[in-house]
């Protein structure tokens, strides 16, 4: 199959012609459109030509925030990263959105029905929606969209995750994309059936991937079209007014969202940094009201200050072992080199208690079928590693490295651990050489740049790599089809017949009690063969200034600026 390749911000800005295509909305004007956007001869700034001041510098009400650095995309279809999830939401709005509560709630869709056997449901868009070019935005665009999703020229990476369960989802994903079961009847009526029941088919409904997207500006621009303010024509709170790689992206006020005079801000920044304390420094000098990365080493000190916040998010921090490498193949090894981990030591002494030490793959918040805890419910519920035990963990792990023929790590290859360099992963992985050395393993770390990185751990460029999920919705099928042989997002290409099995049998059963068990049936196979190495389970914790007001933090680790205020 052919696939088209993920373009980092920062690689296709820099390749990239002059802008063109769609034009962007004048915010002073609802009707009127703004001129052609313009670049700067010899930058990488891409800006409406109404914005001559300083980059990053507006009028009006703005919040700057640093959630992350260059994202690897902004394309709603092919994003698979948090940092750039939490920037497309606020561009974009999907159907249904999650509020502050997080329960669904109307979004473009001001109601749903669901048919009598669940597999059909039906979307009333609300009246007089536009893109934010001012260009109205109807049913069709959906049915462009989620086709969109499934072309296998595309290759999103959630193609099987949000579509799966759609009638003729096999036969879009082969190549043959108007197979898929969406239809628009009228302008404001968008139509889905599904091939079996999909109990949390409304999460999907609002999960960013599942955003409309402007057919004209990409068929005008290419992959380009989601690296230009100009082309980037959104629907959301926001659109796009000003990009500066490694530097900003700036958003303003969408004149032509249907909940406008709900937002409050004329403009929501975002400072694109990688180093944490470049971040922390914006932070204490006001530059940023907001940020996430904040340096490790400061924890200490801003533990008790009101602005300093830790939450529990839906979410495992875990390393991904490349199966399809010979180094790799024998679970034994995998086991091996999982048990040779002190995770109590990583969550309290490396994290500093931020994070908690993982006994299992699935953590806290993922929800059973029944509406109990997953993870209660889990392994008979036993843990699969007993994190308080590690002495009796390395001995087994030094026991199964010689059971597969490398006792004392003799004529084991050297790893190489590919990570990003923020937050506690380089701490970890300067840990995992000492950890790995126990069993005679020698291991070297390849720190990389995020926009590079995800994309070489997705195509399976790395030995070993740092790696994690954050929940898009509380289903444990979320972050259970991750392993799936087929998966997008399987980085370790962890191919089980038995898990597939498992995992298929929770797509089609109808029976609840059933999906459980098969649920439950694949986390006991991915633990059994070590598919990946799960640490610790996250939370969030970053720097807010009280001057922001209105905003909210989700579980699946998004931040909501749509609808903020900033106070003095």
Not at 62 to 70: F, M
Not at 158 to 178: F, P, Q, S
Not at 241 to 249: A, Y
Not at 323 to 332: C, H, I, M
């Amino acid at each position: 199959m052919k696939k088209r390749l993920i373009l980092s911000l920062c690689l296709v800005i820099a390749l990239t012609v002059s802008a063109c295509g769609k034009k962007a909305t004048d915010t002073n004007n609802e009707q009127t459109k703004a001129p052609e956007a313009t670049k700067e001869a010899g930058s990488n700034t891409t800006k409406s030509p109404d914005n001559e001041e300083t980059p990053g510098a507006t009028a009006g009400k703005d919040l700057k925030v640093q959630i992350g650095p260059n994202p690897e995309t902004l394309d709603p279809a092919l994003n698979s990263a948090v940092d750039g999830g939490n920037m497309i939401l606020h561009a974009f709005e999907c159907l249904l959105v999650v509020d502050k509560d997080g329960k669904l709630a109307p979004g473009q869709a001001k109601t749903w029905d669901i048919s009598e056997d669940g597999l059909t449901w039906t979307f009333h868009l609300r009246d007089g929606l536009k893109w934010s070019n001012g260009e109205a935005l109807t049913a069709s665009d959906y049915v462009y969209s989620w086709k969109r999703v499934c072309d296998p020229e595309i290759a999103a990476p959630y193609a099987e995750t949000v579509l799966g369960m759609v009638k003729g989802y096999e036969e879009a994903i082969a190549g043959n994309i108007d197979a898929l079961a969406v239809s628009a009847p009228d302008d404001k009526t968008f139509v889905v059936e599904l091939n079996s029941n999909c109990s949390f088919f409304g999460s999907l409904a609002a999960f960013a991937t599942l955003s409309p997207v402007n057919e004209a500006t990409i068929t005008a621009n290419g992959d380009a079209w989601a690296v230009d303010a100009s082309t980037y024509i959104s629907n959301g709170a926001f659109y796009m007014k000003e990009l500066v790689p490694g530097s900003h992206i700036t958003f303003a006020k969408n004149p032509n969202f249907w909940n406008v005079s709900a937002v409050k801000l004329d403009t929501l920044t975002f400072l694109l940094m990688e180093d944490s304390n470049a971040s922390y420094n914006a932070y204490n000098t006001g530059e940023a009201l907001l940020i996430k990365d904040v340096p490790t080493e400061e924890i200490p000190s801003l533990t008790g200050n009101p602005e300093f916040h830790v939450e529990p998010i839906i979410g495992t921090y875990y390393i991904s072992l490349n199966n399809s490498l010979d180094a790799f193949k024998d679970s034994k090894v995998r086991k091996a080199l999982s048990l040779a981990i002190d995770r109590d030591y990583v969550a309290n002494t490396l994290m500093q208690g931020t994070y908690t030490a993982a006994s299992n793959f699935m953590g806290p918040g993922w929800v059973d079928t029944d509406g109990t805890s997953f993870i209660a419910n889990a392994n008979g519920g036993v843990s699969y590693i007993d994190t308080a035990n590690f002495d009796a963990n390395l001995t087994d792990a030094k026991k199964l490295l010689e059971e597969a023929g490398y006792k004392d790590g003799v004529g084991f290859p050297v790893i190489t651990y590919s990570t990003n360099d923020s937050g506690y992963h380089k701490v970890v992985a300067e840990y995992l050489q000492q950890a790995w050395a126990e069993l005679g393993i020698t291991l070297e770390v390849n720190i990389m740049e995020w926009a590079s990185f995800t994309p070489a751990r997705r195509a399976g460029d790395y030995e070993a790599a740092r790696n994690g999920w954050v929940g898009d919705y509380s289903d444990p099928s979320n972050m259970l089809d991750l392993l799936y042989s087929t998966n997008g997002n399987n980085d370790g290409k962890f191919n089980n017949a038995e898990y597939d099995a498992a995992i298929d049998t929770s797509r089609t059963t109808l029976d609840l009690t059933e999906r459980s068990q098969a649920l439950h049936k694949a986390e006991d196979i991915l633990m059994s063969e070590a598919a990946c190495i799960p640490l610790a389970y996250y939370n969030d914790f970053w720097l807010q200034s009280s001057k922001i007001t209105e905003s909210w933090h989700s579980p699946y680790g998004y931040w909501f600026f749509m609808y903020a205020d900033v106070t003095e």
